[in-house]
């Protein structure tokens, strides 16, 4: 434990300094959405929003910070090397538990508003690219930690846990979409029947209809 406190005792100010940011910045996003979206789920998406956005700060602050004097970095690419370090007689298993959980809050949040990540296996996939480029990333700045593949595996496991412990309440805080409005009927007319006024002259009617229309004048 004390080693752990004395790698990463820089994320208690970093922490105390976000936190008052974050509950400033809740309500003044409600604020802005409670009009479009009410009150309740202004205020449920701007928590879930706010807190996406200060767990992606301090992690990415915990991933870049320098570890100790070293100024240079490890690179394991071996599977399964620098996990059976972590939990032999000398190693720590608060690495692996820090691994596991770093990104699992993320994974557990992300898929409420992001609906395209709404699927374990495509969150997995690319919760394992961001996980890829934070070690590439701890591996170039040379911040004096190992970068391993064991470190990948276990951050996407972390978050595909955090995904599937919140999968029921994905769809919580989405909108009601409203049915498509019913078009109105109208009555159109195909075409229109011509009408004509036809006369027959006196003399024609007389001579050839005046039979027909009275058969006793025949």
């Known amino acids: 434990m004390g080693a752990l406190l004395r790698a990463f005792w820089g994320m208690i100010p970093l922490t105390a300094i976000a936190l008052p940011y974050a509950l400033i910045s809740w309500p003044l996003l409600t604020a802005r959405r ?11 998406t701007a928590a879930v929003d ?15 910070m320098p570890v100790g004097d070293a100024d240079t970095s490890t ?5 399964g090397a620098d996990l059976s370090d972590a939990l032999s007689d000398d190693g720590s298993l608060w690495q692996v538990i820090g691994n596991l959980l770093m990104l699992c809050p993320l994974g557990a949040l992300l898929p409420i508003r992001v609906r395209r990540l709404r699927s374990l296996a495509r969150l997995a996939l690319t919760a ?15 911040s004096g930690r190992v970068s391993s593949t064991d470190d990948v595996l276990l951050n ?30 109208v009555r159109r007319t195909v075409c229109e029947a011509p009408t004509l006024r036809l006369r027959v002259p006196r003399s024609v009617w007389d001579t050839r209809y005046a039979g027909v229309g009275h058969p006793e004048r025949r």
Do not use: K, N
């Not at 409670?34 to 449920?44: D, F, L, V």
């Not at 690179?75 to 599977?79: E, F, G, K, M, T």
């Not at 394992?128 to 040379?142: D, R």
């Open 34 to 44: 409670r009009r479009r979206t009410g009150i309740r789920h202004a205020s449920q």
């Open 50 to 64: 706010v807190s996406i956005v200060t767990l992606g700060v301090l992690v990415g602050f915990l991933v870049l």
């Open 75 to 79: 690179l394991d690419l071996i599977p």
């Open 128 to 142: 394992m690219t961001a996980s890829v480029l934070v070690e590439a990333m701890q591996f170039v700045i040379h």
């Open 156 to 185: 996407t496991l972390g978050a595909t846990i955090g995904a599937a412990l919140t999968r029921r309440g994905w769809r919580r805080f989405d909108l009601p979409t409203a049915p498509p409005p019913i078009p109105r009927q």
